[in-house]
């Protein structure tokens, strides 16, 4: 079946500093990839997505690329703000499920 | 627009009552997924509808749980005889099509749900 495995938590990192939270997968065939985030007291939504390998999705200064050789879909930031702080959710969907399978979530906290 | 909207968004109960969580997707959206977020883990696949298909329940964890959705419109979750160990969040999401994978979902806040 499907899974996501997620950096796990928490981060915390000063502001203006390089994020990256590690997320790869097992899956058949071709997943989409997705990065979701939940901010202080609000629901999931999406960050970005990616549906094919090398395909990068960007958002709000994220960046995360699709690599189906590392099953692996990364996500990045070159200068995170206080803003950003929230906790974060790698999923996937692809196959014969319907659903989107999801990490674990990693928090993230930026320091001023 | 409106989004996806729960109903309650916080409830107590005592352990052993039953429970009847609801959730309004966005309109036109064929496809309505519910998930649970226990404290400081990821979110755990419940059930699904599409359209009038049969719905996937393969996620749900007990026979205590059941959902149900009318359509396009309105779905409940009802959990009966509660525990403890269902104390989490519920979270609904909702999304245009199921049918193509890389489709977006669009969720609620959520139902916190603490058995006591």
């Known amino acids: 079946g499907n899974s996501v495995t997620q950096m796990e938590g928490p981060v915390t990192l000063s502001e203006e500093a390089f994020l990256t939270i590690n997320c790869t997968y097992t899956?058949?065939?071709?997943?989409?990839l997705f990065w979701y985030v939940q901010y202080p007291g609000e629901g999931l939504q999406l960050l970005l997505k990616a549906t094919k390998a090398d395909d990068k999705g960007s958002n709000k200064g994220f960046e995360a690329t699709y690599r189906k050789e590392t099953t692996s879909f990364h996500l990045e930031k070159g200068s995170v703000q206080v803003s950003d702080s929230a906790v974060y959710f790698c999923?996937?969907?692809?196959?014969?499920?319907?659903?989107?399978?999801f990490g674990s979530g990693t928090q993230l906290t930026v320091l001023p | 627009g409106a989004g996806v909207s729960q109903s309650p968004s916080n409830k107590v109960t005592e352990k052993g009552k039953d429970v009847e969580l609801r959730c309004d997707p966005i309109s036109g959206h064929t496809a309505l997924y519910w998930y649970r977020q226990r404290l400081g883990q990821g979110l755990e696949f419940l059930i699904y509808?599409?359209?009038?298909?049969?719905?996937?329940k393969s996620g749900l964890p007990s026979d205590r749980f059941s959902a149900e959705r009318t359509g396009e419109s309105v779905s409940t979750l009802t959990i009966q005889r509660t525990q403890q160990e269902d104390s989490a969040v519920y979270l609904c999401?909702?999304?245009?099509?199921?049918?193509?994978?890389?489709?977006?979902?669009?969720f609620g806040q959520g139902t916190r749900l603490t058995v006591v």
């Open positions: 999923a996937l969907r692809g196959g014969s499920a319907r659903q989107l399978t």
């Open positions: 999401a909702s999304s245009p099509s199921n049918r193509a994978a890389n489709t977006e979902a669009f």
């Open positions: 899956a058949t065939g071709y997943p989409s």
């Open positions: 509808f599409q359209g009038n298909s049969a719905p996937d």
